[in-house]
């Protein structure tokens, strides 16, 4: 069974900083993909980021990208230039790139806090 | 844009009773998922479903839980004695073929 850990529960960081939020996982699969998705204060799941695991180079959108380490299973997300409406829970997931319906597979996320 | 719609937003209902929560998928989409969050916890997977039957269900989607595609538009979950534990924010989600799940904006069912 695959397992994701986020274990940062709360972070907090000044508007404009850069700010980076650790994930790991566990799956004896090789061929997968890992997502970020913001959940802001109106509980909307919304997809920041995803990553196909046998790409190499890491994904970019805009003022967020990802270290996709494999080797280590480790997926961080990093927000550059963060901005108050970045205030929000940041979750990891994963799920299998195999045909069918697969589901996301979540982690405890981590409460992320754009101060003024 | 497309979207996933969810009704209700909100349900209220007593403990021991029924509830039907309804979703509207993507209209060219084949797969569709529940979720479950429990408040301050994380998104857990709850039931997929393609081609008219369940293809995966996690523990938690028990007897009491039951899913259906009546027409070629909904997709409800079903509670059918409710418990206070059901109690948290329930997502529809739908894919095409590709890997994005695309997510309602969720129904929260309070069980008094």
Redesign the interface.
């Known amino acids: 069974a695959q397992t994701v850990t986020q274990s940062q529960p709360e972070m907090s960081v000044q508007e404009a900083e850069t700010v980076t939020l650790s994930c790991t996982y566990d799956t004896s699969e090789n061929n997968y ?1 890992l997502f970020w998705y913001k959940q802001p204060p ?6 920041v980021i ?1 990553q ?1 695991a046998y790409k190499q180079q890491n994904a970019t959108e805009n003022r967020f990208s990802v270290n996709f380490q494999k080797a280590a299973k480790s997926f961080s997300l990093k927000i550059s230039d963060s901005q108050l409406g970045d205030t929000a829970m940041y ?1 990891c ?1 994963f ?1 299998k ?1 195999v045909k ?10 981590t409460r992320l806090t754009i101060n003024p | 844009e497309p979207e996933v719609t969810q009704t209700p937003s909100h349900q209220v209902t007593q403990m021991g009773q029924e509830v039907i929560l309804r979703c509207v998928p993507i209209s060219n989409h084949l ?3 529940w ?1 479950r ?1 429990i408040l301050g ?5 709850l039931v ?3 081609n008219n039957e369940i ?2 269900k996690s523990e938690i989607f028990d007897d009491q839980f039951s899913v259906e595609r009546p027409d070629g538009s909904n997709f409800t979950l079903k509670i059918r004695s409710t418990k206070l534990e059901d109690s948290a ?1 329930y ?1 529809c ?1 739908s894919k095409e073929l590709a ?3 695309f ?1 309602g ?2 129904t ?1 069912l309070t069980v008094l």
């Open positions: 993909y109106s509980r909307q799941m919304i997809l995803r196909e979750f997931a799920m790139h069918g319906a697969q589901k996301l597979v979540f982690g405890q996320g | 797969y569709f998922y979720y969050q916890q994380k998104v857990e997977f997929s479903f393609y293809s995966e924010m997502f989600a890997d994005e799940q997510f904006p969720g929260r």
